[in-house]
C-alpha cells in the first residue's frame, strides 16, 4: 500500500495537517480502510497542500 508518510509526523495546529506528509489526522486514520481509489484521490491533492507558514515564506 502506497503511503506519504516519511515517518515525520507533527500536526500544525492552524491548519490541521501533518509537516512531514501534509495529511489531516482523519486521513491518517483512515488510510489503511480507505479504497485505491480515495487514498490515490488523497495523494493528488497532497502537492496543492502547504502549511501556513511555508506559504508565508514564498512571497
Known amino acids: 500500500m ?6 515525520f509526523c507533527q ?3 492552524e ?5 512531514g506528509c501534509l495529511r489531516s489526522l ?3 486514520a483512515g488510510w489503511t480502510g480507505f ?3 480515495q487514498r490515490m ?3 493528488s491533492q497532497i502537492p496543492n497542500r ?3 507558514e ?4 514564498s512571497n
Open 2 to 7: 502506497n503511503s506519504p508518510c516519511i515517518k
Open 11 to 13: 500536526i500544525d495546529q
Open 15 to 19: 491548519s490541521g495537517l501533518c509537516a
Open 26 to 28: 482523519d486521513e491518517i
Open 35 to 37: 479504497s485505491e481509489k
Open 41 to 43: 484521490e488523497i495523494l
Open 50 to 52: 502547504r502549511l501556513p
Open 54 to 57: 511555508a506559504a508565508e515564506g
